[in-house]
């Protein structure tokens, strides 16, 4: 099999052996996504594969080192170290030479100290620090052990002093640097290995996506909360186009599967449903509604049975709500009305079977006695007259899949309202959409700080917003102070909306107006 970037799969594959310079792979992070990636499987991996565009294991490596909580916490000239990073990368910030054996021992790093490769590198070449002494300095950043660093930083002032590279007052800074940086420094070598570990991760997302979401909805329960990372990867699905779909019943897989370029929900995915379920299930599985109800639905329990239903993975013509309603009428006949039905009646809906269950004798297996034939008659007013409509509710379906397999397949909550105004889906909008764009979507997150910045807007508040719709998820929308009063009944979590989207001179998004659905 071959790609168009140019990798090639055959019987030998190794992803050991795969190219590191793939272009679809890279594409794929630099675009920041992230989801399933080894160290990257976050917002803030996401949001800094768009800031830095990595194009290399080096630079995979430096991203899992600087969104570590040290590095973004640490400041230097009112930006975070992770900030100054990707500005230098970038080139929109300038890397100020500082002295020539320092900026040997940084250069990697654009002058900045983000591994404790770095910082060994200090001490051994501006220091003369032994490899004992290097080893000690490694280890008072790689174990945070305070009362270490504060013992190397005086022998790396008066060592500085001895080896005569660096003058006092530049000893003291670079210590400066280094004091800064013991919250957070991380080891080259391990980022570098993580780094091989998650292209390998990338690269199978980039050529086998439907591989990939099956095998990684498989384990989502292994994960601290499932339903979150199921959510997550169902959407991220959609940004690939990749169909997930309810589990079928009748296709008895007990996890994740593929069937029709589409990936299925197993059987243990839906909460409820366990190894002994599936044990009693035969391989002559029903193929109507009437067959499961009448010859099968003795043989699983009755919570186990409901949430088939519930899910939509009993794939019959016919309404989960009626399925339901009609199983439970069934469940208030007696065993021996239920026998009679299920060998004599079995071809025909409830309704039906049981007017004409009413018209047999006792003696022939009819109802026993009058109550009971009076019991029937009102079970068959109450099909005829359901107290509620039979019809799907939207709303209902979501709520049941949501609690049941950990989100919403079949449909989104935007599926339920009628008041939609858009004029681009989020996949547009990040595919580049110009102009004017009007988005109906989901609230997924709002993260509310005050300006700091000197100026008009100081202590104001404004925020940066998640939304999602049934194409794709785009987060680090920006609502400016002056919106962000008027706008902030609206931009509530979990709320639906119709978002007016814009973007400014350097191609960054922000809301305009939003309105509730």
């Known amino acids: 099999m071959k790609f168009d970037c140019g ?46 565009i990595p194009s290399s294991i080096k630079d995979y490596a430096d991203i899992t080192a600087i969104i570590r909580p040290g590095t973004l916490q640490c400041k230097l000239e009112g930006k975070s170290m992770t900030e100054h990073f990707a500005m230098r990368k970038n080139g929109k910030e300038e890397v100020k030479p500082y002295h020539p054996i320092v900026d040997n021992c940084l250069k990697d790093t654009y002058n900045l100290i983000v591994y404790q490769e770095s910082l060994m590198a200090l001490g051994r070449d501006t220091a003369n620090f032994t490899p004992t002494e290097v080893n000690k300095l490694r280890k008072s950043a790689g174990k945070k052990d305070s009362k270490l660093m504060s013992e190397m930083g005086k022998l790396y002032i008066e060592k500085a002093k001895e080896a005569n590279i660096l003058s006092e007052e530049q000893a003291k800074e670079v210590w400066s640097w280094v004091k800064k940086s013991e919250r957070y420094l991380f080891c080259l070598a391990h980022a570098c290995e993580y780094a091989i570990i998650g292209y390998w991760t990338a690269w199978i997302k980039a050529h086998f996506p439907l591989q990939f979401f099956c095998s990684w909805l498989r384990y989502a329960n292994d994960k601290i909360d499932p339903q979150k990372e199921i959510k997550e990867l169902v959407q991220d699905a959609k940004e690939f186009n990749i169909p997930v779909k309810v589990p079928n019943f009748l296709d008895k897989k007990p996890g994740t599967y593929i069937k029709d370029e589409a990936v299925y929900f197993g059987l243990l995915n839906i909460k409820g449903i366990g190894e002994s379920t599936l044990n009693k299930l035969s391989d002559h599985l029903p193929k109507t509604w009437e067959e499961m109800l009448y010859g099968y639905a ?58 004409c269950y009413t018209t047999i004798s006792r003696k022939d297996g009819g109802p026993s006695n009058k109550n009971r034939l009076e019991t029937i008659e009102s079970l068959i007013k109450t099909l005829h007259n359901p107290p509620f409509s039979l019809e799907d509710s939207v709303y209902r379906i979501i709520a049941d899949e949501t609690r049941l397999l950990g989100a919403a397949i079949t449909y989104s909550q935007l599926d339920a309202v009628n008041d939609i105004k858009a004029n681009a889906t989020l996949k547009e909008v990040i595919d580049g959409k110009k102009g004017f764009m009007a988005v109906s979507c989901k609230i997924e997150e709002v993260k509310t700080f005050r300006v700091k910045k000197d100026g008009p807007n100081l202590g104001k508040l404004m925020a940066k917003v998640k939304l999602s719709d049934d194409t794709s998820t785009l987060d680090g929308l920006t609502v400016f102070p002056s919106s962000f009063q008027e706008l902030s009944n609206v931009l509530i979590m979990g709320n639906l909306a119709n978002v007016i989207l814009e973007r400014d001179r350097n191609d960054g998004l922000y809301i305009k107006q939003a309105s509730q659905l």
């Open 7 to 52: 990798c090639e799969v055959n019987k030998d594959f190794n992803i050991e052996n795969v190219p590191l310079d793939c272009k679809r792979t890279w594409e794929l992070l630099q675009k920041g996504f992230c989801k399933g990636l080894f160290q990257l499987d976050s917002s803030l991996g996401k949001h800094w594969c768009k800031e830095i």
């Open 298 to 355: 003795d043989r699983i329990n009755k919570t186990a049975l409901e949430a088939l239903i519930q899910v939509g993975a009993l794939p019959y013509n016919v309404s989960r709500t009626k399925m339901l309603y009609e199983y439970n009428k069934w469940k208030e006949l007696s065993e021996r009305e239920q026998s009679y039905i299920s060998k004599n009646l079995a071809n025909i809906p409830l309704t039906q079977s049981l007017e």
